[in-house]
């Protein structure tokens, strides 16, 4: 059981090109999230999903696409970094609340991306 | 909409000592999750405790426990017996139960001196 995992941990690109970040689960969690982390602010909220197949806004989605075709991935898509975008990002997933299940967010370990 | 304060960007506690991380937030809810993580050097995500808004007692775990004032819309975390392995970023974070969403405080950087 490997939990949250996160591909690449590591990236750095030029303004301008694109990138995939990859999450996947194995614990047949509902719902994942993406958050990106910058210093002084926290997390916030870029894309969730509660269901395969389907995605939703968080708080900062500009320059971000998700995709959610199998239920234990998640991808963040970045069609055209900007400098603005160099942060940590982290996948998150948990149950639904309407599994009768402990809804408690489960971490990945985090992508440091740097964009130049 | 929801927000998370959390007032102290940075704590320090002597090895062994008691410290308490103070955090308040925002809602019109009712019923709601209340969260602490815990995020050592190594970026790593833990949860360290969490809060059902309906239950009236506070929640514990093991040298972690947390101080829930709904009225006040106040959800301390105490750390005991602090140890070295404490020192991290700690976020204190709410969710709507209908919603999904998890709203995060800025976090306090919380140094553990031997």
């Known amino acids: 059981n490997a939990g949250v995992t996160q591909t690449p941990k590591f990236r750095v690109l030029k303004t301008g090109q694109s990138m995939t970040l990859l999450c996947a689960q194995d614990?047949?969690?509902?719902?994942m999230y993406w958050y990106r982390q910058d210093p002084g602010m926290g997390l916030r909220l870029i894309h969730y999903s509660v269901g395969e197949g389907t995605t939703a806004k968080g708080e900062v989605p500009d320059g971000y696409n998700v995709s959610r075709l199998k239920k234990q991935n998640f991808l963040l898509g970045l069609e055209s970094a900007a400098p603005s975008q160099t942060s940590v990002y982290f996948c998150?997933?948990?149950?639904?609340?309407?599994?009768?299940?402990?809804?408690?967010?489960?971490f990945g370990p985090g992508t440091r991306l740097l964009v130049l | 909409a929801q927000t998370v304060t959390q007032s102290q960007p940075e704590m320090s506690v002597q090895e062994a000592e008691t410290v308490t991380l103070s955090c308040t937030y925002d809602?019109?809810?009712?019923?709601?999750?209340l969260f602490w993580y815990k995020q050592p050097p190594s970026r790593q995500m833990i949860l360290v405790i969490r809060q059902e808004a309906y239950k009236q007692q506070n929640a514990t775990e093991n040298r972690f426990s947390v101080n829930f004032q709904k009225a006040a819309k106040s959800f301390s975390l105490k750390i005991s017996d602090s140890q070295l392995g404490d020192a991290a970023m700690y976020f204190c974070?709410?969710?709507?139960?209908?919603?999904?969403?998890?709203?995060f405080g800025p976090g306090t950087s919380l140094s553990v001196i031997p």
């Open positions: 998150a997933s948990s149950y639904s609340i309407s599994s009768g299940k402990q809804e408690t967010q489960y």
């Open positions: 614990m047949n969690h509902e719902y």
């Open positions: 809602t019109s809810e009712s019923d709601y999750y």
């Open positions: 974070a709410y969710r709507k139960t209908s919603y999904d969403k998890v709203i």
